[in-house]
């Protein structure tokens, strides 16, 4: 038992090591501390200033991967690094060409790593557990189905329903979209999503719609889908052995039905009494979000000096 320790003890070692060059020789410059999970799939590696938002993290990728890995049907989850980087140009020097300049996390699917813009994360309206969770959602989930590919409006909707992000501001523009009948095809969002822009915005709300109305009546059916996904390395037979039909034929019936779920919505939102307070509702929310994300970064921003003066001190 003692000898099986010390081998675990010498390959966790090793794993950070490797993992410090790697950081080395990407570029990134900053000096990285390193924080096992409970667990032990993740470690998460980060500049010591964001010691507190480490450990934070690190509860965040516990209590959420319990969870997500229940809904998917995964055993044993398979070691994932996460990297925070301290700012702009580490961040890109991890991620490479993964992920858009906008992006505040990134999931590298390939080597199973997680990267955190922490700055960009501290200014964002969304909470880090949405942020975090996300990016979780599809590396499990490229763990689950070993790999195999799947459309794009999948992988993303999913994903969204697993962090829960989905606001009052999202269904808005949604059910406008449903109105006007501007709303993207789901076989149009097999491949990359648009970079920017609100064409961007509503290929993430409609793939979320989508996978909300796929498993509406039956959670468990991810779980199959999933399963099958593994077994025959092919998302479209897994998919009509699921469900009875393919992905077309549900993209087909998904757009059929909408205009009849989301326009009278619409039409009872465009009421004036109904309108004024949501207007109401959504000021008082949106500056409660402000209030929070401003104090968040002034509360880090104190913490950092005080590491700074801390380690000024003792050098």
Known sequence: MRGRLEYIIIFSFCLQVFAVFNLSASGVNTTFDSLASRNEPFIVFYPRKYDRMAKRIRMILDNSSERISSELGIGKIDTIRVYIAGNKEDYRALHGETAPEWSEACSDLRNMRLCIDMEAVLREQRPVRTVITHELSHLLFAQRVRGTRCPTWFLEGLAMRQ??????????????????????????????????????????????????????????????????????????????????????????????????????????????PFWAGMVILFLIAYSIKRYRARAKIRRWEVEEMAVRRQTDMEA
């Open 163 to 272: 962090s829960g992000e989905w606001g009052f501001s999202d269904h808005w523009h949604f059910m406008v979209s449903v109105w006007k009948k501007n709303l993207p095809d789901l076989e149009d969002l097999r491949g990359r999503f648009p970079k920017y822009g609100e064409d961007a915005a509503m290929a993430y709300r409609i793939s979320y719609i989508a996978v909300k109305e796929l498993f509406s009546e039956r959670p468990e059916d991810l779980m199959t889908l999933t399963a099958f996904t593994r077994d025959l390395g092919d998302f479209k037979r897994a998919f009509i052995l699921t469900f009875g039909k393919s992905p077309l034929d549900f993209a087909a019936e998904f757009h059929a039905t909408l205009g009849d779920k989301y326009r009278k919505g619409y039409i009872l939102a465009v009421s004036a």
